[in-house]
C-alpha cells in the first residue's frame, strides 16, 4: 500500500513538472502574444489539471493555493484582467510556488511561508478587484475593460427533482432555497408531487417532491450545480438563461483542440455541469440516442450551444488524427528492455554462428529472418531513449527572461536545432551547464544597451542557442553578440594567478580556455548572477563527465561562442574495427577518414619520426600498441603495418595498427566507475562473437597522446634518441 | 562446468551452525569466501585486455551483456601465475563498493566446494607470517589440521584501491 502511495505521488511529481514546465513556456509565449487563447488554455489547462491530480492525493495546500490562481485565470481568459508583464511574473511567482510546493512533498525543499502568503494576497487582489487592478495595469484602457466586466443577469429554469432519501441523508429544503436566495432571486416555484404513493404506504421520512424554479442570478451555471453537489439520489436539470447562450458559444469557440467528446466541451465551457453529463451518459446507455439529443430533451443546454459544441468537436477530431500519442515509461524499465535486446542481439549472432556449417535450407532462412527482426528491434529499442534536445532547450527562456530583467538588459533570444536528437540521460545533465553558460552571456558577454548604442549595436542583445550533429558527436553551441572575451584581461589575470607566467606565448584558443580553470573571473564586480569564479570550471567538469569537450572562440567587441560536442552515447555507432597485437579495438567510424598500408621500409622510417608525408601533408603517428602498452604477443612483427587515419576537430592523426577488420555495428555501454580514470576509451562493446572490444575515444586518445608526449618532451634530455612512443620529434613538426 | 570436478575435504564435526563459504584454490593455497558474496561462478573465457590498468586486472569480460572486470587473484596476492587448465575459473562476486554494490570476477585456479565452517574452526588473522597481505585476510579457518584463509573480499577487490593504482600506474607511464 504504502509502495503504491510513493509510486503514485511520483507519478504526480513527475506529471506536475511536465505541466509547470507547460504552463511557464506557455506563460512566456503569453507575455509576448497576449492575444494568443491557446497559450492562455496551456497555462489554465496546467492549472487546473495539477489542482485536480493533487486533489485526488489530498494536498490541500496546493489545492487551495492552484484554485486561487484558476479563479483568476479564469478572469483573465474572459477579458476580464488584462495581460500585462506584472500578471505573468506573478503567475511564474505562483508557478515556482507550486514547484516548491511539490518539492516538498518528496521532503527536498520547504515551502517558503512568506513567498505564498504574498503571492496569495497579490492573486486575490487582482481577483477581488479586476476593474482597479486592470485600470491600475492599463490606466489607458478604462472604456474597454469597464465594458466586460458586466456579467448580463438571466433567468435560469430549474428542474429539480428530490430522491427519496433526501430528508434521511440529512439534507434540508430550506436550506437549499436559502442557497439558491443568495444565489439570486426566485422568480417563481411550482411544487410537483408526481409519484406520491398510497397513503398507507407513504413513509414521512421519505420525500417526493420535485420543484420547476425560475432563478434570475448572474452567477455561473456550476454555482447553482455545487449546491446539489451532496445530494446524490437527487435529479435536477439547470437550463441556461438565453442571455448565456451567446457566451457560451464565444467560449466554446475558443477553446483548445483537445476534447474530443462532446459532453466534455459543454462542461468546459460552463453550458453543462459533470453531474448532468453522467445522467445523460448513464441514460444514453440505456436508450442508445445521442448524447447531445438527450441533454436537450433533459432541458440541459440550449440547441444552440449543442450545435457549436458539435462544431467544435469535428473542428478537433480534425486537428487531433495529426497529434501523436505519447506514453510514459519508467526510464529503468527501457534499460532493461535494451539490455535484453542486445543480449538478444549476441546470441543470435551466437546462433547463426553455430548453424552456418549445417546444411539445411530452412534452418538458415529462419535464422537470417530472425537475425532480421533482431536487428530492427535493437534500433527500435535504442531510438527510445534518444530524445530531441528541444525540451531542454525551452526550459532556457525563462532563464534568458528572468536574468535579462534582473540586469536591465535587452536579449533576444534564439534557439536553433531543437529537433537535433541525442540520448535522455545526456540531455538531463547538460542543462545546468548550459544555464551557466547563457546566464553567463547574458551577464558578461551582453553590454548594457547604452553602451551597445555607442558601439553601434541594436540595443537588444542577440544569445542564441544551437545544436546540430557533427561527425559522431552533438553540438552545442551558445553565441553572444556581446564585447567578446578581452585577451589582454584574461592573460595578466592569468599571469596575476599564477597560471601561466609573464613571458609564455599562447595560441588565442588557449588564452580564451584559461577562463575554465577553476577560481579564475575577470568580472571586476561581483553579481548575484555570475562573477564568482566557480562556474566556468565546474561547466567544464560537467562537460568532460559526459566524455564531451568545450571550446570557446571569441572576437573583442563582436561576441563570444562557447561550443560543446557531446558523444551520443548508448546510440548506436557505426565503428571500425581494427586488431593489433591480438587485442580487438573499435574506433567511431565517423572519426575515420582513410586507411593507408604502410610497407616495412616505410615502418621503419616512421618509426624513426612518428609522423609520415601523408600527400605532402604531416601525418602525426600514434602506435597504439605502444601508447597503451600492449605486452607483445607476436613472435615476428607483421610485415606490412597499417594505419587508419582519424580527424578530430579539423586536425588529421594516424593511428598505427597491425590489422584491419573493417567495420561493425556497435552498441556503445560505458565502462562502470572502475575503469572512469581510464583515458582514451568511451566504452566498450560486445562483438558478434561475445567478446568485449574497446571503443577508442578519438578525442581524449589524442589529448592523453599529446600530454604524454609534452610531459616525456619536457621530462627528457633534448636530443636523447628514446623507442618511447613519443619523443622529442615532435618538436619538429 | 561440469568438468568441474569437486574435491572432497575429510571434515570432522561437521555442523550447521556456521556460515557457508565457497572454498577455491589459489596457486598452493585454499581460500573462502562467503558464498552470500558470490553471484555466480563461471568457466574461464579469456577476457579483453583493458589497456593501461595494472597488471592484476586481467581485463574485461561479457557477462550477459555488461562488462565485468576481472581480476587475477594469484597476481594480486603475488604469488606464482598458474597456467590455464579447463579447471580454471571466474568468480564472480558482489563488492560493496563506496557508493553501491559492484559486481567484479576473481580469476581462481580451482573451485573445491561450498561447506559450513563451523564459527569454533575460525581463528582470528595473523599479524604476520602469511604468504599474503593481511589486509586481505579476515580470518583463518582450521579443517582437518589445515588453514583456510578466509578473504576479506571488500578489501581485495576494494575499488578506492584500484583506481589509485590505476592512477600509480598511469603517472609512472608518463615519465
Known sequence: MNSEMDENLSIFISEGNELLEDMESALLDLESNPNDSESMNRVFRAAHTIKGNAGLFGYDQIIDFTHIMESLLVEVRNGIVPITSDLVSLFMRSKDIITSMMDSLVGSGEVDQNDLDEATKLLEHYLADPHAAALAANPCDEDGSATQVETPTGIFTINLKLGTETFRQGFSIKAIFRELNELGVITSANLFMPDIPKLDEIDPESCHLSWLLLLESSCQKQAIADIFEFMDDCEFHILSPESKTEEYKKIISLLPNGEAVIGQILVTSGALTEKELQTALDRQKETGSRTGDILVEQGDVQPEVLESAIAKQQQTRAASSQSIEFLRVNASKLDTLINLVGELVINGERVSGLTENIDDDKLAEAVTEMNETLEEMRETALGLRIVPIDGVFKRFNRTVRDTSNELGKQINFEISGGETELDKTVAEKITDPLTHLIRNAIDHGIEKPSERELNNKPPEGHVALSAYHETGSIVIKVSDDGKGLNKEKISNKAIERGLIKQNDKLSDSEIYNLIFEPGFSTAEQVSNISGRGVGMDVVKRNIESLRGNINVESEEGIGTNVIIQLPLTLAIIDGFLICTENEDFVIPLDMVVECLRLTKEQTKEMEKHNYINLRGEVLPLIDLKKHFCLPKTLENEPETKNVIVVQHSGKKTGLLVDSLHGEVQTVIKPLGKIFQNLKGFSGFTILGSGNVSMIIDVSSLITDASEKQRDSFMNQPHGQNSNETISSESAEI | ?175
Open chain 2, 1 to 175: 562446468m561440469s568438468e568441474i570436478e569437486i574435491e572432497q575435504l575429510d571434515i570432522d564435526d561437521l555442523t550447521l551452525t556456521g556460515e557457508q563459504y565457497l572454498l577455491f584454490n589459489v596457486a598452493a593455497d585454499t581460500y573462502a569466501i562467503p558464498v552470500t558474496q558470490i553471484r555466480e561462478i563461471i568457466e574461464y573465457t579469456e577476457p579483453t585486455q583493458v589497456p593501461m590498468t595494472p597488471d592484476f586486472v586481467s581485463g574485461i569480460i561479457n557477462l550477459r551483456g555488461g562488462a565485468v572486470p576481472v581480476i587475477n587473484l594469484a597476481c594480486k596476492f603475488e604469488q606464482d601465475q598458474q597456467e590455464i587448465t579447463k579447471r580454471t575459473c571466474i568468480i564472480i562476486a558482489e563488492v560493496d563498493g563506496s557508493e553501491n554494490k559492484r559486481i567484479l570476477g576473481c580469476l581462481v585456479d580451482k573451485v573445491q566446494q561450498v561447506r559450513d565452517i563451523p564459527e569454533e574452526a575460525i581463528e582470528p588473522a595473523p599479524k604476520l607470517g602469511s604468504t599474503i597481505d593481511t589486509r586481505f585476510i579476515k580470518n583463518m579457518a582450521k579443517i582437518n589440521e589445515r588453514f583456510i584463509i578466509i578473504l576479506d573480499i571488500n578489501n581485495v577487490l576494494s575499488l578506492e584501491e584500484l583506481e589509485i593504482v590505476e592512477m600509480m600506474q598511469e603517472n609512472s607511464l608518463d615519465v
